[in-house]
């Protein structure tokens, strides 16, 4: 049986208990509980997958001379990839014109959102080691330390070769490692999917919300099926589109069940290279800059949300000035999220608010009820961005395998 299929059944059978079955107070705080420690486990070989793997690929794309280009092409498809996509949920906004969700008051999440200087800390610490003890959100201070190790391999290869070598060693042991986690994710897969159905289900007046949730669905849909194959087929070689969606439902599956991009990180590491066929020179080195910063799916559900806010605190039509506002905003804050993982739309949402003000400083509230699934709806863009992204690089410098759908895993 295909991963795919047996995290799908595990997500389903966990959506049918929680809708068939009642839930008393008592099971519900252990479900949760088990949901939280099922995150943390996905999340456990994150550090040592990316700061291993990274310098290695860094390394090698040093030695084919291709770590320039590599990089430049990152930069070019993760900037046009966030702009069309939040633009796709913008334009899709508009043309529904949903309508307004009134304004109720609703109690703030306790999550509190990093102050810029503290981030700035933990990105250059003043103690180095102490970037292997910081926040478990915190990502970009090890692959930092970790990029610039694997680009200093490259000089007196007599006496970097040992360090790269252990490295080398240690990036292969825990994949392996990673491999045999993947292979059983669809079981946390079924407690974090009964801990989402248990909050979707304690959602007073649901139907508020479900034009915007129609909207994300309309727009996830014709992003996975109909511009990623067409991206694909067009600039990817002209190969058969459905079958490289087909190579990353498992991915696809668990981040729009889990909405968490650091627990999706090592299944979608593990289906990049067996079924996509990218070597480790390039997903070692695509998969944490990408999942760092490449966040087109949070942009376009925040830009979309925050377009639904403007127009529920207001009785007027939103005016073109304020969706350019909106767009130029979402975009460019949506790179500045790489120590928020699962929460992404929340903090994009509140610097939006914020940063809009004129009374809707705390507008982010409205939508405080439904950010699970807000939350699952960017995860899944977000993966779908980083597979493309990493697939198109892994092409155009000719880094790439060809995997038959028949030995997918």
Not at 295 to 304: H, L
Request: glycine share 6%; charged share 10%.
């Amino acid at each position: 049986m295909k991963l795919w299929t047996k995290y799908l059944l595990s997500s389903l059978t966990a959506v049918a208990i929680a809708l068939l079955i009642p839930l008393g107070p008592g099971l519900t705080e252990i479900l949760n509980l088990m949901n939280h420690y099922a995150l943390s486990l996905g999340r456990y070989l994150l550090f040592p997958l990316t700061f291993f793997s990274l310098a290695i690929a860094v390394t090698q794309l040093r030695r084919y001379k291709k770590l320039g280009a590599v990089m430049l092409r990152l930069v070019i498809l993760t900037l046009l990839s966030t702009a069309l996509f939040l633009l796709i949920g913008m334009v899709t906004t508009l043309i529904f014109n949903p309508e307004r969700i009134p304004i109720l008051m609703q109690e703030d999440l306790s999550f509190s959102i990093i102050h810029w200087k503290v981030y700035l800390d933990n990105i250059i610490p003043g103690n180095l080691f102490s970037i292997f003890s910081e926040n478990a959100s915190m990502l970009l201070p090890l692959a930092t330390l970790s990029f610039l190790l694997g680009y200093h391999f490259i000089f007196d290869k007599e006496q970097s070769e040992p360090a790269y070598n252990l490295f080398d060693s240690f990036s292969r042991i825990f994949y392996r490692i990673n491999s045999f986690f993947v292979k059983y994710a669809y079981i946390p897969l079924f407690f974090i999917t009964l801990g989402s159905m248990i909050q979707i289900i304690s959602i007073a007046e649901f139907q508020l919300y479900g034009q915007l949730l129609l909207i994300l669905s309309v727009s996830s849909l014709i992003i996975l099926l109909i511009l990623y194959p067409l991206t694909i087929y067009i600039v990817g070689g002209r190969e058969t589109p459905m079958a490289h969606l087909y190579a990353i439902l498992a991915p696809l599956t668990s981040a729009l069940v889990s909405g968490d991009l650091f627990f999706n990180y090592g299944i979608l590491s593990r289906h990049i290279k067996e079924n996509e066929g990218i070597p480790r020179e390039i997903g070692g080195l695509t998969l944490p800059l990408l999942t760092l910063f490449a966040r087109a799916g949070t942009a376009m559900v925040a830009g979309s949300s925050m377009l639904i806010i403007i127009s529920s605190y207001s009785s007027l039509e939103i005016t073109l000035l304020q969706v350019i506002w909106v767009f130029v905003f979402s975009f460019l804050l949506s790179f500045a999220l790489s120590a928020a993982p699962r929460m992404g739309v929340y903090v994009l949402l509140t610097l939006l608010c914020k940063f809009y003000g004129r009374g809707l400083e705390e507008g982010y509230m409205l939508l405080i009820p439904i950010l699970p699934i807000l939350s699952c709806f960017a995860a899944l863009i977000d993966t779908a961005v980083i597979t493309l992204v990493t697939r198109l690089t892994a092409f155009q410098e000719d880094l790439v395998d060809h995997v038959s759908p028949k030995h997918y895993i």
